[in-house]
């Protein structure tokens, strides 16, 4: 028998405007989202509406563990916004004791008054998309925010949990904007650790196709950092991070000890999750499912989307949660990596086929054991921090290469 899944992913599409770097499902509203008495604006009603009645369609509830309002920017939200959603959650599905319930929040879209409100709603752990400390990086990245919005935003978020109104929190910054040199990323380091954040995520910059950057890429205007400047970007990450006592649990994420974040290690490892909202994918138990990108679709869907028919849609327990080579592409992103054996014996290899694939694929991956990329410990498999973490893309090439070969 299946187990429901004990983590929710919640997606608010909403943003002020989008940024030149992003191909996310958003919601462009404008600066100026209009709130009445606290109850935001009939676009972001409406389609709370939709979600909590797709919440709600769900039938197999468990107690979740885990909750993470993700966007978009969820901040746009009025805090009595955030506690309905969490409330529903309560309502219907429980939350366990010590559950982890974390919100993206964007500089210069809260106030400290909202963020007491989002605490009171429920929200224990927050995710600050800081981006950068540089205002003209900001401003060429399309943020709305600048240099003050943040350091008020790290300030209220540090005092909170100093004072022990939430558990953790993290500041998200990307390495290789287009402008940023060396010293510039150095600063960027620095001035997050001012504020103590518990959590650093720094996220690598991609150019995703429809987005500005790759319009101004195309057309010769935009230049990135090149492999060598990425690089050494890469290597005082690390430095600067490992001195001041972050460990790299995964190949974006840094933490201090205790505050890793417990909601994306269930993507890491593969377990089931739900996930409500324009756009969102989830993976209770079975084969992925993605919803409508668009809002009048997502909305026919949710008026359509018979109950039995989503579950039925949902419950295939014949289907592994992910694909072998997706497992091992998630496995080797965190620290302590993956065992390849044991992941083979779960695809329901006997022990001749395994022995058979396992040789085929270090075969394929001599090198990167050689150069010291990949490492091992017995048949468990990691990359090695920082090279082999830096350098991942070839290893899990590779292996994709491996996969498609044995198939
Ligand atoms: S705030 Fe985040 S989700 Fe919204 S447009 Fe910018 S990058 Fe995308």
Same mark, same amino acid.
């Given at each position: ?28 509203l ?6 009445? !008495? ?11 509406f939709?979600?909590? #009645? ?5 039938k ?9 309002? *993700? ?5 746009v ?15 219907n599905?429980?939350i ?15 106030n @400290?008054?909202?963020?007491? &409100? ?6 224990n752990r ?21 240099? #003050? ?11 909170a949990?100093?004072? *022990?109104?939430?558990?953790? =929190?993290?500041? %998200? ?7 940023? @040199? ?5 600063? %960027? ?11 650093i ?7 995703? !196709? ?9 057309? &010769? +205007?935009?230049?990135l950092p090149?492999?060598?400047? /990425?690089f ?10 490992k ?14 000890? &205790?505050?890793?974040?417990?909601h994306?290690r ?5 377990? *089931? ?6 756009g ?15 809002? $009048?679709?997502?909305? +026919? =869907? ?9 579950? !039925? ?17 998630? *496995? ?5 990596g993956?065992?390849?054996?044991k992941?083979?014996i ?8 395994s ?7 270090l075969?394929?991956? #001599? $090198?990167?054991?050689?150069? &010291? ?5 017995? !048949? ?9 973490m830096?350098l /991942? ?10 996969w498609?070969?044995?198939?």
């Open positions: 028998m299946f187990k429901a899944p004990r983590s929710a992913y919640i997606h608010i599409p909403f943003c002020h405007r989008r940024c030149f770097y992003c191909d996310f499902t958003v919601i462009p404008g600066d100026k989202i209009e709130s009445i !008495d606290g109850f935001g604006s009939k676009t972001i009603n409406e389609y709370l939709f979600l909590q #009645k797709e919440i709600l369609s769900i197999h509830k468990s107690p979740l563990s885990t909750i993470y309002i *993700g966007g978009g920017t969820p901040s939200l009025d805090p009595a916004q955030i506690k309905d959603l969490i409330n529903v959650f309560e309502s599905y429980g366990d004791n010590g559950a982890e319930i974390t919100m993206e929040i964007d500089p210069a879209s809260f @400290k008054n909202d963020l007491i &409100g989002f605490i009171r709603a429920g929200v927050f995710s600050l998309g800081a981006q950068s400390f540089n205002n003209n990086l900001l401003e060429k990245a399309g943020r709305r925010h600048g240099l #003050k919005d943040i350091e008020n935003s790290c300030l209220w978020l540090r005092d949990k100093k004072n *022990g109104l939430i558990r953790s =929190w993290s500041l %998200d910054l990307i390495q290789d904007l287009p402008g940023s @040199k060396l010293d510039l990323w150095k600063s %960027d380091l620095e001035k997050a650790l001012i504020f103590q954040p518990p959590h995520s720094i996220y690598d910059l991609n150019i995703e !196709d429809g987005t500005v950057f790759k319009r101004l890429i195309e057309l &010769g +205007k935009l230049t090149s492999d060598e400047e /990425s050494l970007n890469s290597e005082i990450t690390n430095l600067i991070l001195n001041s006592g972050y460990s790299r649990y995964e190949i974006s994420n840094y933490s201090l000890p &205790g505050h890793q974040s417990r994306n269930v993507y890491w490892k593969g377990l *089931g999750w739900w996930s409500f909202g324009q969102s994918t989830s993976s209770p138990w079975g084969s992925k499912f993605t919803r409508p990108k668009l809002s $009048k679709d997502y909305k +026919k =869907w949710v008026i359509n989307q018979c109950e039995i028919k989503l579950e !039925d849609s949902l419950i295939n327990t014949e289907i592994p949660y992910l694909d072998l080579d997706e497992k091992i592409m998630l *496995g080797l992103r965190v620290k302590e993956i065992n390849l054996k992941l083979f779960e695809q329901g290899w006997d022990e001749a086929k022995e058979i694939n396992l040789g085929k694929l075969k394929t991956w #001599k $090198k990167y054991r050689e150069n &010291g990329t990949l490492c091992n410990q017995g !048949d468990r498999f990691f990359l090695s921090d920082p090279i082999g830096d /991942s893309n070839q290893v899990l090439i590779d292996m994709f290469k491996w498609d070969d044995i198939n």
